[in-house]
């Protein structure tokens, strides 16, 4: 659960006595270098960024009513992180909705504020690639449609 990355290569390792290909990533947000095994690929998850086309759904989705989920805080964390896993860039746009107005309204906690931090980090680092925006860009465009979103404005 990185966000989106750029492939820079592939490169022949060898751990624990295998040798294997892997695609090196660069993260463009903390600039980071992840290496996912090509032959892994498919369980990993690694997909291409979506078309600037289906910006506008995550954009309607930042924009909806949102989900108010029962429970505790760790029920609340365990869905909103099966949504995330998912690896669809629009539930993870429902995910950091749902915790940023919660948020505001009642204060979420702190392993709440973390999956919310990895969510955002997901999010904008998806957006960037698909708007060509710098990541600043994004989050303001992000927090700007939320500002609207909040009950009371």
Same mark, same amino acid.
Not at 27 to 45: C, E, T
Not at 80 to 94: E, F, P, R, S, Y
Not at 117 to 141: G, H, R
């Given at each position: ?44 998850? *690694?997909? $291409?960024?979506?078309? &600037?086309?289906? !910006? ?9 009513? =949102? +989900? ?46 973390? *999956?919310? $931090?990895?969510?955002? &980090?997901?999010? !904008? ?9 710098? =990541? +600043? ?17």
């Amino acid at each position: 659960m990185h966000g989106a990355g750029i492939i820079n290569g592939i490169e022949d390792c060898e751990i624990m006595g295998e040798n294997r290909s892997y695609y090196v990533l660069k993260m463009p947000l903390g600039s980071m270098k992840v290496m996912i095994p090509i032959d892994n690929v498919a369980n990993i998850g *690694l997909r $291409d960024v979506i078309p &600037q086309g289906e !910006v506008g759904k995550v954009k309607v989705i930042l924009q909806g009513v =949102p +989900e108010q989920l029962a429970g505790s805080w760790n029920k609340r964390f365990n869905a909103n992180l099966l949504q995330i896993k998912t690896g669809d860039i629009c539930n993870v746009a429902a995910v950091v909705r749902n915790l940023i107005l919660q948020d505001r309204s009642k204060k979420i906690s702190t392993g709440e504020r973390r *999956l919310l $931090d990895i969510a955002k &980090q997901i999010l !904008v680092s998806e957006l960037v690639f698909a708007c060509d925006k710098e =990541p +600043e860009a994004v989050e303001t465009w992000m927090y700007d449609l939320l500002d609207k979103n909040t009950p009371g404005d």
